[in-house]
């Protein structure tokens, strides 16, 4: 069965750094787009980043563009987040979510997703 693991959370201080990963199992990963989301207390889930199968193209939502990277490696089936510049308004449960299709990385919708993983940005 499709399994997505996230990894890397935790506590940091504003303008902090923190590397979330993604580790995938059950499918073929090198086939499908994938996405990190992210739900902060009180919101709704807010699309965050998407990669496309081949990790080719990538998309950022605007709050962390230009601060955050987003990687894959296809023959470890692993996707990660590099994120930079961490701002208390970055606080939510970080999920990575698979796309329906090779290309599909900015669409707010998802087939399988994971857990989560906590990311707090605090003095």
């Known amino acids: 069965q499709v399994q997505l693991v996230e990894s890397g959370g935790g506590l940091v201080r504003p303008g902090g750094s923190l590397r979330l990963s993604c580790a995938a199992s059950?499918?073929?990963?090198?086939?499908?787009?994938m996405k990190w989301f992210r739900q902060a207390p009180g919101k709704g889930i807010e699309w965050v980043s998407g990669?496309?199968?081949?990790?080719?193209?990538?998309s950022y939502s605007d709050p962390v563009k230009g601060r955050w990277t987003l990687s894959r490696d296809n023959a470890k089936n692993t996707m990660h987040l590099q994120m930079t510049s961490l701002d208390p308004e970055d606080t939510a449960v970080y999920f990575c979510?698979?796309?329906?299709?090779?290309?599909?990385?900015?669409?707010?919708?998802?087939?399988?997703r994971g857990q989560g993983t906590q990311v707090t940005v605090s003095p």
């Open positions: 979510a698979r796309g329906g299709t090779e290309w599909d990385i900015s669409r707010p919708v998802y087939d399988y």
């Open positions: 059950g499918f073929a990963f090198s086939g499908y787009a």
């Open positions: 990669i496309s199968a081949s990790g080719s193209v990538v």
